[in-house]
Structures are given as structure tokens and as C-alpha cells.
């Protein structure tokens, strides 16, 4: 069952349709525009979005549109569509599109059941039943690449706005001693836990509302107002010296931030992949 709905009314669509029995719902920006992670406790919509629910074979239309109509006060919405999907394994289909890539040098994302590459050095493996960004889109790409460069045995990271977990998780097989993955939404916590779990790595990534300063290296994969807004934090949680790596960023948007943390951080040249910009800078000394 899908619907058209304002970025005032997507999330109430969305949770409608989650207590009628959905096994999934999904927001899709009308634009076509991915939904990155936003500021903890928060998700960006776009001004006219599609929700979607997934049900199964039982579930009738006619009771489903009536049911969600009720919900959310008869002609407040717009007229739902329903199309019937070919049964299909889903596992396999996953396995069709899930990537097996190399990021910067050695650090390899695969699948869970993939040989491993003889020139990897550190490997974040997927599993289709747990809940994952695999890399594939360019702003976590970038960000990948970027965790790839740096010497991370024995430091302290924060992986802010940490979604299903996977730079945290990164981070960890590339030597992190300790990483704080930060996230206000319960799902991003299960999930990043779960993951974590399943690269063996749950003694060393946690995650926290509230991480403590004294971060070496500092990425975070969210959308440009939350970077603009966190400055300050994102200064005070850094040691000086330490590095930060900000994506989720379109080339409009990279002057402003560039200038924004240019009052803690000394920035370098901005990075660009497909359409997406991701900075970098090294805190200065505190004064």
C-alpha cells in the first residue's frame, strides 16, 4: 500500500501503518533524493514523499484503505494504491545487489559468506537479516575511504549518527581501541548492536547518547543543518589533533561548513564523489 504525503503528515502515515500489521514501511522523497541519517532523534522529509507499507498475501486492501483512512481522519490523505508483489527470495535477491568492494586500501565490505580478498587488511561483513548500509551509496563511501587512510590502531573514534553501525563497525577491524557509535533512535542502537555482534566486534564498539570528549577521530555521515548545528560539540568532543570527517554534504553546502568549523579545525580540501562532499580537518590546539 502506497500513498503520497507532506513532510507534515509522512511520519503519522508511516506509524498508521506500521500498528495496521506492515512488516516494513518505508518514506521516499517524490524527488527521487536518498533520506540520509539525520541528526539523532530526528529524519529530514522532503515537502512530498510516498510512504509505502509492505503486508502480507492476508491483509485485504479494501480494509487496509479503510482502516488507514479512519486512522488518520478520512480525508486527510490522499487516495492509497495497492500492488501485489511476485513472491520472491528476498535472501537471494540481496545477494544479487549486495557489494563486495574495497575502500581505500584493504578495507573490504562483503557479504558474509565471500572468500576473503588476499590484500585484506580489515573486512566488515553483511548479513541479508540484519539491518545494514552496505557502503554502496557515496556519502558512507566516502567516508570508508577516508576512515581507510588513517592510522586507527589504539585510537579513540566516534562514529556520530551512527544508523546501522557500519563506519563504527569499520573503524573497529581497522585497530580502533575503543568506538562510540551515537544515536538517539532505538532502531540505530539495536541495529549497531546487532552488527557489531556479528563482525565480533561488541567489545570494543558501544553505543551512547552522550559520548564523552577525547575523540581522536570523528565521523559523521548526516545531513548539512545537523553538521552546521553540532560545530560546537563536534569541536569539544575532539582532542587536539584529532581528526574529523563530515559527509552527507552536497557542493553548495561545502563553503558554509567549511567555514563553520574553520574556527576549531584546521580544514582541508574538500573531497567530491558523485555529487557528494565530504570534509576533513585536524582540531587545533584548545586556547
Not at 206 to 233: D, K, T
Amino acid at each position: 500500500m502506497s500513498l503520497p504525503a507532506s513532510a507534515e503528515l509522512a511520519e503519522a502515515v508511516a506509524d498508521a501503518m506500521q500498528s495496521l500489521g506492515a512488516l516494513a514501511v518505508t518514506i521516499t522523497p517524490v524527488d527521487g533524493h536518498d533520506i540520509l541519517e539525520p541528526m539523532p532523534g530526528k529524519q529530514p522529509l522532503a515537502a512530498l514523499n510516498v510512504v509505502t507499507g509492505l503486508y502480507d498475501q492476508a491483509s485485504e486492501p479494501s480494509r487496509l484503505r479503510a482502516d488507514l483512512l479512519r486512522r488518520m481522519g478520512g480525508g486527510a490523505i490522499a487516495e492509497p494504491s495497492f500492488e501485489a508483489l511476485e513472491d520472491t527470495d528476498w535472501e537471494h535477491a540481496w545477494r544479487q545487489r549486495a557489494v563486495a568492494r574495497e575502500f581505500g586500501a584493504g578495507l573490504w565490505v562483503l557479504p558474509a559468506d565471500a572468500p576473503l580478498p588476499l590484500d585484506a587488511r580489515a573486512v566488515v561483513r553483511l548479513d541479508p537479516g540484519l539491518a545494514f548500509g552496505t557502503g554502496a551509496h557515496p556519502t558512507t563511501a566516502l567516508c570508508l575511504d577516508w576512515l581507510a587512510g588513517l592510522d586507527l590502531v589504539g585510537r579513540k573514534v566516534i562514529d556520530f549518527g551512527c544508523g546501522s553501525g557500519i563506519l563504527a563497525i569499520a573503524a573497529a577491524h581497522l585497530g580502533a581501541a575503543e568506538v562510540t557509535g551515537v544515536d538517539h533512535d532505538p532502531q540505530a542502537v539495536i541495529a549497531t548492536r546487532a552488527n557489531a555482534q556479528f563482525n565480533a566486534v561488541s567489545e570494543r564498539v558501544c553505543v551512547s547518547a552522550q559520548p564523552a570528549a577525547g575523540a581522536q577521530v570523528l565521523v559523521a555521515n548526516i545531513l548539512a543543518n545537523a553538521l552546521h548545528e553540532l560545530a560546537p560539540l563536534f569541536a569539544e568532543l575532539t582532542s587536539p589533533g584529532g581528526w574529523i570527517g563530515l559527509s552527507g554534504i552536497l557542493p553548495e553546502q561545502a563553503q558554509g561548513l567549511c567555514e563553520r568549523y574553520s574556527a576549531a579545525f584546521e580544514m582541508e580540501a574538500p573531497t567530491e564523489l558523485e555529487g557528494w562532499i565530504l570534509l576533513t580537518g585536524r582540531r587545533r590546539d584548545r586556547s
